[in-house]
């Protein structure tokens, strides 16, 4: 890790495509890396250590409903290769994901959310 300032944008502008379909972000994004995740273990005279174990990691975010996307299509869907590409330049990419949650769609915004997860959740930083 570089010990130098980043003067360029740290955040605000997303970007986000769905199989190659690009959205428009209207709300937050949101997203966990997979990976391992640990959990203390205690005994009842000390903390003994901890476990590990394998943890899914989701890109969430504010999309804005278009006519030619079948909402539909998306709710309960799999096999979806996400990106989001953040201000600050890095790229999470979400591989063979599935969508969760029930899909609402705010008709007086045209908004609806889409949270998809998976076992392969990455980030690419740029140097």
């Known amino acids: 890790?570089?010990?130098?300032?980043?003067?360029?944008?740290?955040?605000?502008?997303?970007?986000?495509?769905?199989?190659?379909?690009?959205?428009?972000?209207?709300?937050?994004?949101?997203?966990?890396p997979s990976g391992n995740q640990n959990e203390t273990l205690k005994g009842q005279s000390?903390?003994?250590g901890?476990?590990?174990?394998?943890?899914q990691g989701f890109i969430q975010a504010t999309l804005r409903d278009?006519?030619?996307v079948s909402i539909s299509d998306l709710q309960g869907?799999?096999?979806?290769?996400?990106?989001?590409?953040?201000?600050?330049?890095k790229v999470i990419t979400c591989v063979n994901g599935w969508q969760v949650e029930?899909?609402?769609?705010?008709?007086?915004?045209?908004?609806?959310?889409?949270?998809v997860e998976s076992d392969t959740v990455t980030e690419d930083t740029v140097s």
């Open 1 to 32: 890790m570089s010990g130098s300032l980043y003067r360029g944008p740290l955040a605000g502008l997303a970007t986000l495509t769905i199989n190659g379909v690009s959205f428009n972000v209207v709300g937050e994004l949101q997203w966990q």
């Open 66 to 68: 278009r006519r030619d």
């Open 46 to 48: 000390a903390v003994e």
């Open 50 to 55: 901890f476990s590990a174990m394998p943890n």
């Open 77 to 89: 869907g799999s096999g979806f290769n996400v990106v989001a590409v953040q201000a600050n330049g």
């Open 102 to 115: 029930a899909i609402n769609v705010n008709t007086q915004e045209g908004t609806f959310e889409f949270r």
